[in-house]
């Protein structure tokens, strides 16, 4: 595997559902986030680490919880989702503050 | 207002144009970023920049900081070159306002 990968690459969940998006770079990178997409809206940072913790947090509810246990993995739990969450989650890897690469994203659908 | 506007917002060109999509921001920045985003969602980084120009191919990106304004050229256009392009401004550390995209349509 090469560059920064996601799974699932399309998930399902109902409200009351827990799950978790994974996202791994093999980039050899310092820093990951986690981004989400709505239709028709710009892009929004949700979460950052560096080196293995957490430097940003855009107000983002506490129904996503991000989890960051080495440089390579990181992941977002998700519980008790709203139908408004449904939308595209990208993750993306940067060494540093430099130039980012990012994953092919999760298509979550919230029902 | 947003932070970060881009114009246009829809583009369609002619294979072999050469294209212009612009970006104006309004608050201080540390760099500016653009973006490529094909039909599917995979996102591709094409520049970083704080200052001056950079050329990767067929790809020009260019920043005025006095200004608060940076261009994305594309020479030869290409129907490959079809996506949304992204700018982004980054604001001090880890500080990210993303533009809503040009969406760019190039006809064969």
């Known amino acids: 595997e090469t560059g920064v990968t996601q799974t699932p690459r399309h998930l399902v969940m109902g409200m009351t559902n827990k799950k978790s998006l994974k996202c791994e770079q093999h980039l050899g990178h310092n820093a990951m986030y986690w981004y989400k997409q709505s239709a028709k809206k710009p892009l929004e940072l949700m979460f950052v680490?560096?080196?293995?913790?957490?430097?940003e947090n855009n107000s983002v509810p506490s129904r996503f919880s991000p989890e960051c246990p080495n440089s390579s993995h990181l992941f977002l739990h998700l519980h008790t989702l709203q139908p408004e969450d449904s939308a595209l989650y990208l993750c993306?890897?940067?060494?540093?503050?430099?130039?980012?690469?990012f994953g092919p994203g999760t298509r979550l659908t919230v029902t | 207002k947003n932070e970060v506007e881009q114009s246009p917002q829809n583009l369609t060109a002619q294979e072999g144009e050469f294209i212009t999509i612009n970006c104006s921001y309004s608050?201080?920045?540390?760099?500016l970023h653009w973006l490529q985003q094909h039909p599917g969602g995979g996102i591709v980084s094409l520049f970083m920049?704080?200052?001056g120009k950079k050329k990767h191919g067929r790809l020009i990106a260019t920043i005025n900081i006095q200004e608060k304004h940076s261009s994305l050229h594309i020479t030869a256009s290409h129907p490959r070159d079809s996506a949304v392009y992204i700018c982004?401004?980054?604001?001090?550390?880890?500080?990210?306002?993303f533009g809503t995209g040009t969406r760019l349509k190039v006809l064969a």
């Open positions: 982004a401004v980054e604001r001090g550390t880890y500080k990210y306002i």
């Open positions: 608050v201080g920045i540390s760099a």
């Open positions: 680490y560096s080196l293995e913790e957490r430097v």
């Open positions: 993306a890897s940067s060494q540093d503050r430099r130039v980012q690469y």
């Open positions: 920049l704080s200052s």
